[in-house]
Nanobody, 118 residues
Framework: QVQLVESGGGLVQAGGALRLSCAAS????????MGWFRRAPGKERELVAT???????NYADFVKGRFTIFRDNAKELVFLQMNNLKPEDTAVYYC????????????WGQGTQVTVSS
């Protein structure tokens, strides 16, 4: 059974930084592309960043230059380093496993809340 557990969120002032962690279990972690998503109040969930098994990364335009996704395959962890946070980054952040193309694993974790004050 796949399990995703996010952590590391919190309250931070604008311009601050946080590092989110995601522990994934129940899969052969190293072979999958992993992604971070977020859902802000009243908005749809959106993709923030992805990291392939090769280490290749992709970022949404709204976080480029500020966020970095990286992974530790040995520990089955994926991270999101968030710098220069803005109030509009306030959201619940989730990680997930890409099953191919635009398909993501269906059992989402509970996410971790990030709140950025102005």
């Amino acid at each position: 059974q796949v399990q995703l557990v996010e952590s590391g969120g919190g309250l931070v002032q604008a311009g601050g930084a946080l590092r989110l962690s995601c522990a994934a279990s129940g899969i052969m972690f190293s072979i999958f592309t992993m992604g971070w998503f977020r859902r802000a109040p009243g908005k749809e969930r959106e993709l923030v960043a992805t990291i392939a098994s090769s280490g290749r990364t992709n970022y949404a335009d709204f976080v480029k230059g500020r966020f970095t996704i990286f992974r530790d395959n040995a520990k089955e962890l994926v991270f999101l380093q968030m710098n220069n946070l803005k109030p509009e980054d306030t959201a619940v952040y989730y990680c997930n496993i890409n099953m191919g193309g635009s398909i993501w694993q269906s059992d989402w974790g509970q996410g971790t809340q990030v709140t950025v004050s102005s």
